[in-house]
C-alpha cells in the first residue's frame, strides 16, 4: 500500500534515515506502487509488488545518500 506520509514509512526506515532521505523514499516508494501494479513490469514477476516498490525507494535513496560510520549521509 502507499504511503500517506513519512510517518507511515516502516520504523526501520524511519529510524535509520534522515528526514529529506525519508521524504526521497516516500515519494520513490509510491512511484514504484503505482507503476509496479501489472506484475508483467516487475523485473521478477514473482517478486511482489511491495517488495519491488521498497527496492525501487531504496535505490533512490542511495542516489543522494550514502551510509557512512552506520549512519546515512548525503553525498
Do not use: T
Not at 4 to 31: C, G, H, K, M, T
Not at 33 to 55: C, G, I, L, Q, T
Amino acid at each position: 500500500m502507499k504511503y500517506d506520509s513519512v510517518r507511515d514509512l516502516p520504523e526501520s526506515v524511519r529510524e535509520n534515515l534522515p528526514e529529506q532521505a525519508q521524504e526521497i523514499y516516500l515519494e520513490a516508494f509510491n512511484s514504484a506502487w503505482e507503476f509496479y501494479e501489472d506484475p508483467d513490469k516487475r523485473d521478477n514477476p514473482d517478486d511482489s509488488r511491495e517488495e519491488v516498490a521498497h527496492k525501487v525507494a531504496w535505490s533512490a535513496v542511495k542516489e543522494k545518500y550514502e551510509k557512512r560510520d552506520g549512519n546515512w549521509v548525503r553525498q
